[in-house]
């Protein structure tokens, strides 16, 4: 039996820093298989933005087992984990966050920056191989205020695959664009997931990006359950 990319049991989260300590997840328990595409759904202040930071190693204030690609991410140190996430897990947020003084490439280099040991000629040519990949390769000189919004995030999303990660994370990734935009950016999803294989785990409370994930799970109450997309025209 393959193992799941990403394990959790038992996760519990809570607000620490509220006057009374606040209860975010409680028992969470989800294992994604290689190679799935999972759309995570709930309602406006659910957990699932927090869930996603958890399993991405960008929050470590939480009990329970955490377990991606392996590696448990409470065993790790701070630099280790650093080191893990660059390599393994590509990030996508709703605002592609891209700095408007460099050019597309370098915006795609930048996690390179962070501690890869890539000879740089070895980093450019991944950085352009990235921006090819999104369907883009001829926006690598140009900087990102030139561009539209879909393909400022497909700019996003060709710095998330600079090091290819086996994992993709994507926190509602088309909540800043159009229609037709987030169409762009959700085909790309599922022609990454089926063509290369990568494990996409996508937040978001639109149906239509629900519809078109092969699993769905619910967050309720601070627990997950699976679900089916028709029932994400629920989610507010």
């Known amino acids: 039996m393959t ?38 759904v709930g309602r406006s202040g ?18 329970g087992l955490v377990r991606v690609l392996g590696r448990d991410l409470a065993a790790l140190s701070d630099r ?5 996430r660059n390599r393994s897990i590509g990030f996508v947020f709703q605002f592609h966050h ?7 490439l370098e915006n795609v280099l930048l996690p390179w920056h962070f501690g ?7 980093a ?3 950085a352009a191989w990235a921006l090819e990949r999104v369907g883009l390769p001829d926006v690598a ?9 879909g393909e400022q995030q497909r700019v996003a999303i060709a710095r998330a695959l600079l090091f ?3 994992l993709l994370l994507c926190d509602e990734p088309t909540g800043s664009l159009d229609r037709l935009a987030g169409e762009r950016v959700v085909a790309l999803f599922e022609e990454l997931n089926a063509r290369d294989g990568t494990t996409i785990v996508v937040i978001s409370h639109e149906a239509w990006i629900a519809r078109r994930a092969r699993r769905v799970v619910r967050v309720a109450d601070g627990r997950l359950a699976d679900s089916d997309a028709a029932s994400a025209e629920e989610v507010g």
């Open 3 to 40: 193992a799941p990319v990403l394990e959790i049991r038992g996760l519990v989260k809570t607000w620490r820093d509220a006057a009374r300590p606040a209860p975010v997840l409680g028992g969470v328990d989800l294992a994604v298989a290689p190679g799935e595409l999972l759309a995570v």
């Open 46 to 63: 659910s957990g699932k933005t927090t869930l996603l930071s958890i399993v991405g190693g960008l929050d470590r204030d939480y009990q």
């Open 80 to 84: 280790e984990l650093s080191a893990f």
């Open 98 to 104: 891209l700095l408007p003084h460099l050019t597309c």
């Open 116 to 122: 890869d040991r890539l000879a740089p000629h070895e």
């Open 124 to 126: 450019t040519e991944r």
């Open 141 to 149: 000189g140009r900087r990102p205020n030139l561009l539209s919004g």
């Open 164 to 166: 290819q990660p086996p």
